[in-house]
């Protein structure tokens, strides 16, 4: 298009003087330019409009019920790191969900699971579950949230809107995964997935997850608990 109408001015400009013919090929050089920067101007705003995520309409948390005993590997954590156990209970338990949030929970969730190499706790620690971080770059289900939930932190999220959860997973093993609790439902950052998915389209049990007024845990749908979440 922008050719087209330079082709034009150009062929305007044979047929006058010269003089005349100078001011043309200036009139036609702002022409191209300004047509330029009006095409990268609207390609801009077509790739910004197009790259807005449609925010999940889920609207429902998991049912929670009474407090049940964590996995003995979580309090085994617990004894090493108090601060990551620790419930701050003037932080909201409930975040809204906004484009921001939504862009900040799947940036992390695709970059740690990226980064973490999967290994077993056995192979790893030489025991057949423990909870920890993954700074050396190996890890299994729950390090992997827990490397997440201190990255969204670090991004100004409170922490008790993070909630390390266990679930029977679909070959009916023990894992972990952190449930984000917002105004729109319950999302879940996995790493099997990069997806962040409502908790109600992972295909997984809800067990117990961590509370949100201490230490105790709550049961998630009356699900029986695993003993280990060892799975990678």
Known sequence: MAHAVVQDVAETALALS?????VVRRLGRACSFG??????????????????PTLPEDG????????????????????RMPEECAVDTREPAVIPLNTALWRTLTSVNRRVNGR????????????????DYPDDGFGDCEDYQLLK?????????????LRMTVVIDEIGE???????????????????TNAVLSWRRTGYAYI????QDGERWVSLNGGASPTVTANR
């Open 18 to 22: 010269a003089p005349r013919r100078s």
């Open 149 to 161: 939930r201190r990255m969204l932190v670090e991004r100004g999220l409170p922490k008790r809107a």
């Open 60 to 79: 429902l948390g998991v049912e929670t019920g009474g407090e049940v005993r964590p996995v003995a590997a979580w309090t085994a954590m617990c004894a």
């Open 208 to 211: 117990k997850r961590e509370g």
């Open 116 to 131: 973490i190499k999967p290994i077993t706790d056995q192979a790893h620690w030489g025991v057949v579950d423990r909870w």
């Open 174 to 192: 023990g894992h972990a995964v952190l449930m984000v609790r917002t105004d729109r439902g319950d999302f879940i950052l996995d790493n099997k």
């Open 35 to 52: 047509l330029v920067g009006t095409i990268l101007m609207l390609g801009g705003a077509s790739t910004q409009a197009g790259s807005r």
